[in-house]
Structures are given as structure tokens and as C-alpha cells.
């Protein structure tokens, strides 16, 4: 009876390992959006967007003031043909976009007014052209234009760098700096421009098979960050992620600190929080985190919009490890996002509810 006990428990464990985007030798990790301690880049200069019109789209998340910050980019400062580059600047506030390109003598800057931007929130941005101009939209809200100004955005080989800004140097090397204070997620290139109405029904969801299976959507890259996987791009091991199109143009994942669920020895403690296991879960799951000094923390989870559905945790900590359950029986399936704060930072992780 224990080896048949011990034979079904096995069969168990392999399909939940499965289900949960495991395998047995290790293929792929779990991984929730790009992080403020990495940058991510195509390879090989193989991604050349072939078109006159298109969308860029993109999720991302402030934390601590900073300085400033490039979310992507690829080969700004060149002015080469499709040369583009966005970067938040928090001497204004704001959230920039560069255009420059070899038919035009000069650089064209984008921003949107108004707005008054908050840490540990999420924004959506979505970048629209065509032979009508160029529109730059924050959460679905048009919020800058430049009519009848035409840029061959992306038409170039150069590598595409998120969470960095790179480009190639007269050496024919690239120059990589200004990294990024925050989170990227969800990064989409559409080959054509998308109307306000795509843009605002599908900035706050994952996109579907229909969209990436085939080219008919005219989705030309995708990328999720839900998944560490080894393509055998760039540095070799589990730090590369998929472009789930058919162009197949994957990104390489540069300075990674990998997530680690083990118990952490007192005086070797950082502050730190890890991913919530399981992940995706139904209806509860665990997440750790350690301080490293006596502290206040407080830990909320929020829904893809910001609005706060949990509190966690709120009281002082001595230094060490510590886990919390967050049952989410009541609330409905979705993406949500659990934030540590203590006095002197904060850590923002993406986990997925589904029922």
C-alpha cells in the first residue's frame, strides 16, 4: 500500500508541477514583470518592424523618486530612421517619449499634460502613428498629439531595450545607462495603429490566443513577464522571455536577482519580498518578505486598477523572516499586485487569481 500511496502521490505532484508551469528539469520560473533591478533587450539586431503604422503598449509602476529613468528604448540619440525613446523624468514629473529619425534634422518630444504621477501606482500608455500623426494615451485618455507629423518609428535593426536605454555607438558598441526606477509589464507592438476603443478594451487584461496564435491580429511582439524561460539567447540559463508572436523577436533578461523561498539566516537577512506560492491560486496563498531592522510594515493588495481590496499586514517587525496568507475567497478572478512598505521602501510582486 505505501508504494502504491507513494506511486499515485508522484503522479499528483508531476501534474500540479505541470499545471503550475514547472517542469523536471527545471525549464521555466516563475517571474511576475520586469523589475527595477533589471533591463531587458532583443538580440542580434534581428527585430526590424517592416510597417508605416503602429502601436506601442505598456504597463508600468513607480517606485522611489528617482532620477531619470528609461522604460524602453531603441537607439535614441542616433537619429538613425525609426530611432525611438521614452523615459520618465522626475524633475517633471512626467513621462516622456523621444522620436527622432534620418528625415527629419530634429528630435520630437511627447508628453502628456496635466497629470500628476504616484508612486506604486500602475499606468497604462499606449503610443498610436500613422500618415495622421502620432497620439500618445495614459489609461485609455488621449492626452497628446502631434497631427500630421510622420515618423518611421522602429524601422531599424537596432536591439529594443526595456527598462534601459541602449543604443549603438559610433565603435559600432552598445551604450546601456539611465535604468529605470519602477516595473514593466505587458509590453505590446502592434503593426498597425490602434483605434482608442482597442486600446482601452484590452489595456487591463492579458491578451488571448486569438491575438498571438496568428498574425491576423497584426500583434508583432509580446511580452508577459510571467515566465523565466532558456532560450539560449544572450546569457545563458533561465532569464530569457518569450515573444509569445510568431516573429519570435525573445528578450534577455540582464542582472536578475532570482527569487528564493528558502529560510534566510538571521544575519544574512535582506529586505525583501518574495513571489506568493502558489501563483497563479485558488483561493489562497502565501507570501513571505524579511526586514532587516525594527521596522513598521504595512502590506496591501490591490486590483489592476489601484483600488485597495486588502490589508495585510500593519504593525512594527523585529528583523527577520515572516509569511502572511491572503485569502481572496471573496474577491473575483484577476490580476492583483501585494505592496511591502516599511518606513524606508517599498516592493510591489503581481500575482493571478483564478476560480
Known amino acids: 500500500m505505501k508504494l502504491i500511496f507513494k506511486f499515485v502521490l508522484s503522479i499528483v505532484l508531476f501534474i500540479i508541477t505541470i499545471r503550475l508551469g514547472y517542469s523536471q528539469e527545471e525549464q521555466m520560473i516563475s517571474y511576475s514583470y520586469l523589475s527595477p533591478n533589471d533591463y531587458a533587450r532583443t538580440v542580434n539586431e534581428q527585430m526590424y518592424f517592416d510597417y508605416f503604422e503602429g502601436t506601442i503598449e505598456f504597463r508600468f509602476l513607480l517606485y522611489n523618486n528617482g532620477n531619470r529613468g528609461a522604460i524602453f528604448s531603441k537607439n535614441r540619440t542616433q537619429y538613425n530612421q525609426g530611432d525611438i525613446y521614452s523615459y520618465f523624468d522626475w524633475s517633471n514629473n512626467n513621462i516622456f517619449v523621444v522620436l527622432q529619425d534620418s528625415y527629419y534634422p530634429y528630435e520630437t518630444m511627447m508628453h502628456p499634460n496635466g497629470l500628476t504621477w504616484s508612486v506604486e501606482q500602475w499606468y497604462h500608455i499606449a503610443l498610436?502613428?500613422?500618415?495622421?500623426?502620432?497620439?500618445?494615451?495614459?489609461?485609455?485618455?488621449?492626452?497628446?498629439?502631434?497631427?500630421?507629423?510622420?515618423?518611421?518609428?522602429?524601422?531599424?535593426?537596432?536591439?529594443?531595450?526595456?527598462?534601459?536605454?541602449?543604443?549603438?555607438?559610433?565603435?559600432?558598441?552598445?551604450?546601456?545607462?539611465?535604468?529605470?526606477?519602477?516595473?514593466?509589464?505587458?509590453?505590446?507592438?502592434?503593426?498597425?495603429?490602434?483605434?482608442?476603443?482597442?486600446?482601452?478594451?484590452?489595456?487591463?487584461?492579458?491578451?488571448?490566443?486569438?491575438?498571438?496564435?496568428?498574425?491576423?491580429?497584426?500583434?508583432?511582439?509580446?511580452?508577459?513577464?510571467?515566465?523565466?524561460?532558456?532560450?539560449?539567447?544572450?546569457?545563458?540559463?533561465?532569464?530569457?522571455?518569450?515573444?509569445?508572436?510568431?516573429?519570435?523577436?525573445?528578450?534577455?533578461?540582464?542582472?536578475?536577482?532570482?527569487?528564493?523561498?528558502?529560510?534566510?539566516?538571521?544575519?544574512?537577512?535582506?529586505?525583501?519580498?518574495?513571489?506568493?506560492?502558489?501563483?497563479?491560486?485558488?483561493?489562497?496563498?502565501?507570501?513571505?518578505?524579511?526586514?532587516?531592522?525594527?521596522?513598521?510594515?504595512?502590506?496591501k493588495v490591490y486590483d489592476i486598477l489601484g483600488k485597495e481590496v486588502a490589508l495585510l499586514v500593519s504593525e512594527e517587525k523585529q528583523p527577520g523572516s515572516y509569511e502572511v496568507y491572503f485569502d481572496a475567497e471573496n474577491i473575483s478572478t484577476g490580476t492583483y499586485f501585494y505592496t511591502l512598505r516599511t518606513e524606508n521602501n517599498v516592493l510591489t510582486k503581481q500575482m493571478i487569481l483564478i476560480k
Request: negative net charge.
Open 128 to 299: 498610436t502613428w500613422n500618415y495622421s500623426g502620432i497620439k500618445l494615451y495614459v489609461n485609455g485618455l488621449l492626452l497628446d498629439e502631434l497631427p500630421e507629423i510622420y515618423f518611421s518609428i522602429l524601422r531599424n535593426n537596432y536591439d529594443l531595450f526595456l527598462g534601459a536605454e541602449g543604443y549603438k555607438d559610433h565603435d559600432n558598441n552598445y551604450t546601456i545607462g539611465n535604468f529605470f526606477n519602477g516595473s514593466i509589464d505587458e509590453f505590446r507592438i502592434w503593426n498597425h495603429s490602434r483605434s482608442q476603443y482597442e486600446i482601452y478594451n484590452t489595456m487591463n487584461n492579458e491578451l488571448g490566443e486569438e491575438y498571438y496564435a496568428t498574425a491576423d491580429s497584426g500583434l508583432f511582439a509580446y511580452y508577459r513577464f510571467d515566465e523565466l524561460e532558456n532560450l539560449e539567447i544572450g546569457e545563458n540559463g533561465l532569464n530569457d522571455i518569450r515573444d509569445l508572436t510568431q516573429n519570435q523577436n525573445h528578450l534577455d533578461i540582464i542582472h536578475i536577482n532570482p527569487t528564493n523561498i528558502e529560510e534566510v539566516p538571521l544575519n544574512n537577512l535582506t529586505y525583501s519580498l518574495f513571489q506568493n506560492y502558489p501563483n497563479p491560486f485558488n483561493p489562497s496563498t502565501l507570501i513571505r518578505y524579511s526586514v532587516t531592522n525594527l521596522t513598521w510594515v504595512e502590506m
